[in-house]
């Protein structure tokens, strides 16, 4: 079966210790200097419309950041480890993290429910997902974009290619007016705002739905809740669906069905007739495209077994935002932490 969890940007950021801005910045690399920019630099200015000599300028105040390409690697080496999704939820599902999550519904209720009619993505799952993501703007990074997405694109091989799109998306969004290049904060891998999209995602997806001009993902959760349901949409959240059905399942027949991955690639019929068994009802019809997933995890007595759900096109989709089950399953069970802590506030009100 092939695995895809993976440390999420969220999960690695809130485990590092805190530790002073000016420590994470190390070596000057003079990178408006080398060939490679400079080609790099005349190619991206000719496909965005923009002046080579600002873009070097504005290289030329890029700073290296070792610390930047160590957390990229840890990321990727912790892909291959087993992990424990007992412990990850732990690390998710607190009392902060879903009492916050029923206050910023409230808050911004107005929005949510825009974005829910236009996008058809569940106001409770956009706010998850800026939970998981950054605690709903609490914790959006702390290295200069400039530097962390200047040293991944020209000092890092892994991705390098990757990661000069992301360079080249965030200097044309500088040039917008949409941030200052050289003070704007990011995580370690580039990734800005409430919900931590990559600039190319800012400039293809973000939307201005609080009309000031531009898409603020930092400043703006109206912003940062249509953008994130633009991109979810994108993705292929089908609002008549539901996001997964618990089941029981094994490794064979995951293997077997080769079910596993980020897509949905096989049928609801198939899994059935392969011998999963679902825990619940499930009212799709048996050509619904699904995927099965599995949650390795260790009971308190040190027993190992595996949380198993059949996952819907709506998984998938989260699957694209981080490729990762236990990511998406946080999503999942925060969505539904959040809205039972919404029941009960009101009840409360009511008695």
Known sequence: MRRYVITSIAAAFLTLKARPVQALIETSKKYETRTDVQAWAQEIATRYGLNPSNILATL???????????????????????????????????????KKGAKFMRRYAKWLEYAEEHWGIPSSILTAVLGIETLYGQSIGRFRALDVLTTLSFDHERRSAFFREELAA?????????????????????????????PTNIL??????????KPDLIHSAADAI???????????????????WSCESSATHAFDLDAGGIAANTTLQNLLDAGVEPLEAVQVPAT?????????????????????????????????????????QSVAELSKAIENELHEESERLFF
């Open 204 to 213: 293809k997806y973000g939307v201005d739905l609080d009309g000031d001009g």
């Open 288 to 328: 619904t495209k699904v995927l099965l997933i599995d949650l390795p995890q260790t009971d308190e007595t040190g027993r190992q077994d595996i949380r198993w759900f059949i996952g819907s096109e709506n998984f998938a989709a989260l699957l694209k935002y981080n490729h990762s089950y236990f990511y998406a």
């Open 60 to 98: 030329a105040k890029a700073r290296h950041v070792k610390t930047s390409v160590r957390l990229l690697a840890k990321s990727a080496s912790e892909s291959d480890r087993v992990r424990d999704w007992r412990l990850y939820r732990q690390k998710f599902l607190t009392d902060e993290r879903i």
């Open 226 to 244: 249509a953008s994130t349901a633009n991109l979810m949409a994108h993705y292929g959240w089908n609002k008549t669906l539901p996001l997964e």
């Open 170 to 198: 965030y200097l044309a969004l500088c040039d917008k007016g949409h941030f200052n290049p050289v003070t704007q904060r990011a995580s370690y891998a580039g990734a800005i705002g409430m919900p931590q999209f990559m």
